[in-house]
C-alpha cells in the first residue's frame, strides 16, 4: 500500500526514552528516513537509510527496522527535541510518501 | 552551497490556479537530483506533491495528479509548481525541496485560497 502510518502522539520525561513508530508496506522494499520539524520551520533529517545519522545530528537520535516497521528511538530525549517526526519513504513507481506525523511532547 | 526560495502569489482564488516557482542558487538544477514540491496545511501534516527531473520527468501524488504540473526552467535555473481548481483545501505552506541528500528545503511558502 502507499501508506505510513504513525501515531499522531508521544509523551515522555525528560531523560526517558522516546520510541516513534512508522509502519508501511513500502517499508519492506525501500529505505525510510525520519524528519523532525519545529513550529514554523521547514522539517531538519535526523535519520536516513532507516538507521543513519547525518552529521551534526546528536547520538541520542537512533533508527531501527523490523519488518513492515521503522523505529525511531530519541535516547534520554531533551526538552528541545519536542517537535513533529515525520518518516517518509519511496513507494513502488517511484512514488513518495510522508507518515501522518508524531507530535513529541516532552515534559 | 545550494539554496531553494519559493516564490509566488500568496492569495489564490477559488477554481483558480495556483503558480508557485522555485529558485535553485549556488548549485544547477541539472545535476543528478529530483526536485520535489511538498506542503503542509495550517496545523496538518507534511503531503509530497510531485517532483521532476531536470529532464523532464515527472513523479506526481496519485492524489493531486489530475489537477497537478511540474515544469522545470534550466535557463532561469527554477523550477515551477501548477495546482489547478483549487479549493480552500488546497491552503497550505508550500515547500521546494531536493529530498536526496544532502537534503534541502526551501523556507517554505503560505499560499491561502480565498475569495
Redesign the interface.
Known amino acids: 500500500s ?1 501508506e505510513l502510518t504513525q501515531p499522531s502522539s508521544v509523551s515522555v520525561s525528560p531523560g526517558q526514552t522516546a520510541r516513534i513508530t512508522c509502519s508501511g508496506d513500502v517499508l519492506t522494499k525501500k529505505y525510510a ?1 525520519w ?1 523532525q ?1 519545529k513550529p514554523g520551520q ?2 531538519v ?1 535526523v535519520i ?1 537509510k532507516d538507521s543513519e545519522r ?1 552529521s551534526g545530528i546528536p547520538e541520542r537520535f537512533s533508527g531501527s527496522s523490523s519488518g513492515t516497521t521503522v523505529t525511531l528511538t530519541i535516547s534520554g530525549a531533551q526538552v528541545e527535541d519536542e517537535a ?1 517526526y ?1 518518516c ?1 519513504s519511496a513507494a513502488d ?9 508524531t507530535k513529541l511532547t516532552v515534559l | 552551497q545550494v539554496q531553494l526560495q519559493e516564490s509566488g502569489p500568496g492569495l489564490v482564488k477559488p477554481s483558480g490556479t495556483l503558480s508557485l516557482t522555485c529558485a535553485v542558487s549556488g548549485g544547477s538544477i541539472s545535476s543528478t537530483n529530483w526536485w520535489s514540491w511538498v506542503r503542509q496545511p495550517p496545523g496538518k501534516g507534511l503531503e509530497w506533491i510531485g517532483e521532476i527531473y531536470h529532464s523532464g520527468s515527472t513523479n506526481y501524488n496519485p492524489s493531486l495528479k489530475s489537477r497537478v504540473s511540474i515544469s522545470v526552467d534550466k535557463s532561469k535555473n527554477q523550477f515551477s509548481l501548477r495546482l489547478s481548481s483549487v479549493t480552500a483545501a488546497d491552503t497550505a505552506v508550500y515547500y521546494c525541496a531536493r529530498l536526496q541528500p544532502p537534503i534541502l528545503w526551501g523556507q517554505g511558502t503560505l499560499v491561502t485560497v480565498s475569495s
Open positions: 502507499y528516513r524528519f520539524q521547514a522539517p533529517l536516513y547525518p513533529d515525520y517518509y513507481n517511484n512514488l513518495k510518501v510522508f507518515g501522518g506525523g
